[in-house]
């Protein structure tokens, strides 16, 4: 069973905010929320992640609702190089990150 | 820094050849780990090695060996390939950093079994 879910695509116009949702309905108390982004053929690279409070760094921002069901990715001004696939996952402390098939984001000029 | 490391980029097999895929890291990192991803696919876990002389299987360790070779190299064997296994195998790297688990990933190795 699939732990988040995430909208298959959506697009997005440069210089503006993307808002990528996910929702974790199941999420245990000490599952952490990561997201990863995989541009185009190359290795996922890590954004940010958080447990409880909104968590921001130079890359983006993560907002994750109090009671932690459901949690929001925000890319403050996409640019064309932000153009990826995202992927939203919960886990615990462990070794296991479970990637599914995350969101194709398109960022237009 | 290199970061991580894999060799080779590209490889085509036949069915039945054997075959290891090189990954290094030279961010001094406890963890390594072996993704694999078919197209339109997200990651699969294969195998991981949480420390050095450690490995431990994955979602799909079917068909694979792995070696801890010390605390930098972690290989990943094919002994009799399977055109099944034709993906991209990503190697990870990572270390406990404030109680979580930050992974950084290589450039991916292309496999084809024909």
């Known amino acids: 069973d699939a732990k988040t879910t995430q909208p298959t695509s959506m697009d997005c116009a440069e210089g503006r905010a993307a808002n990528l949702p996910c929702n974790h309905s199941t999420i245990s108390g000490n599952e952490y929320v990561y997201w990863y982004r995989q541009i185009h053929s190359q290795g996922p690279q890590y954004i940010i992640h958080g447990l409880k409070n909104n968590e921001t760094n130079e890359m983006a921002s993560l907002i994750i609702t109090e009671d932690r069901k459901s949690s929001t990715l925000i890319l403050p001004h996409a640019t064309l190089r932000d153009t990826a696939v995202y992927y939203c996952?919960?886990?615990?402390?462990?070794?296991?990150?479970?990637f599914g098939a995350g969101t194709t984001v398109t960022v237009r000029a | 820094n290199a970061g991580v490391t894999q060799t080779p980029k590209f490889q085509v097999l036949k069915t039945g050849q054997s075959m290891t895929l090189q990954c290094a890291q030279d961010?001094?990192?406890?963890?390594m780990y072996w993704y694999r991803q078919d197209p339109g696919m997200g990651l699969r876990l294969i195998y991981y090695s949480a420390s050095e002389g450690t490995t431990d299987k994955g979602e799909v360790p079917n068909g694979y060996n792995v070696s801890r070779l010390n605390k930098r190299e972690f290989s990943l064997r094919l002994e009799s390939a399977a055109p099944s296994q034709t993906s991209v195998y990503f190697c990870a790297s990572s270390e406990v950093a404030s109680g979580t688990y930050e992974q950084y990933f290589g450039p991916g190795t292309r496999l084809t079994v024909t």
């Open positions: 961010m001094n990192h406890n963890s």
């Open positions: 996952i919960v886990s615990p402390n462990d070794y296991k990150l479970s």
